[in-house]
């Protein structure tokens, strides 16, 4: 995992509230990544950033807001509005170097609604 | 559109005998082709990837992939399994037609049993 790390491991979280995943990268890479995770369906991009201040959407963005104010640091936080947010969150980082890029993975956060 | 496949939910093989675990893609364009595991309630970790080149791949731990542009595959393979390699890959594959967005379509995963 080394290189990127994710906190909290495991969260909880109430009905109604809004909860903040940290993800932090010291590899000097430009690009990040979130993921979800659910059984059986493998990785599905939420939302992504290749430079510092600007992100796109991926493919399930509904319910998830990002920032990219510092190059080193992509948080992802659930909202309300996310009708299903529990899931396993793994945030990733690549060089941004183009096609050829490797992404590398962070241990990942279990967030569980309750 | 790209897609990724992993046909096979779950392997078994005996230790120290060979084992593939089978993966078919479909871009527009050429495919950049990955391969992933996971431990549980792990991150993933790379393997290895394709770019461009020859056709088998070396990675880490051992493995191994082979690219098969006529069939859309890249199987992932081992000569001798070990207990250990028991966990959960993914295939992986980026459009290289497609623009540079770095997005990454993901299979569903495959479990790997390695039984003593």
């Known amino acids: 995992d080394g290189g990127i790390t994710q906190s909290p491991k495991y969260l909880f979280r109430k009905e109604g509230q809004n909860v903040t995943l940290s993800c932090e990268q010291n590899?000097?890479?430009?690009?990040m990544y979130w993921y979800r995770q659910d059984p059986g369906q493998g990785l599905r991009l939420i939302y992504y950033?290749?430079?510092?201040?600007?992100?796109q959407k991926g493919d399930i963005a509904e319910g998830y807001s990002v920032s990219r104010e510092k190059k080193e640091s992509f948080p992802l936080t659930v909202t309300s509005a996310q009708k299903n947010p529990t899931a396993f969150y793994l945030c990733?980082?690549?060089?941004?170097?183009?096609?050829?890029?490797?992404?590398?993975f962070g241990p990942g956060t279990r967030l569980t609604v309750l | 559109a790209q897609s990724v496949a992993q046909p096979e939910d779950q392997v078994n093989v005996a230790e120290g005998n060979p084992l593939t675990v089978k993966c078919t893609y479909s871009?527009?364009?050429?495919?950049?082709l990955f391969w992933y595991v996971q431990y549980p309630n792990r991150g993933l970790q790379f393997l290895l990837k394709?770019?461009?080149?020859?056709?088998l791949v070396k990675g880490s731990y051992g493995f191994e992939a082979e690219f098969n542009k006529s069939q859309t595959s890249f199987h992932l393979k081992k000569p001798s399994a070990l207990v250990s390699d028991s966990a959960l890959y993914f295939c992986?594959?980026?459009?290289?037609?497609?623009?540079?967005?770095?997005?990454?379509?993901f299979g569903q995963g495959t479990t790997l049993q390695v039984k003593p």
């Open positions: 394709y770019i461009t080149g020859d056709n």
């Open positions: 590899l000097n890479h430009d690009a």
């Open positions: 871009v527009s364009g050429n495919p950049y």
């Open positions: 990733a980082s690549s060089m941004n170097r183009g096609r050829v890029d490797t992404q590398y």
């Open positions: 992986a594959v980026r459009d290289g037609g497609s623009s540079n967005t770095g997005k990454l379509i």
């Open positions: 950033s290749q430079i510092v201040n600007d992100f």
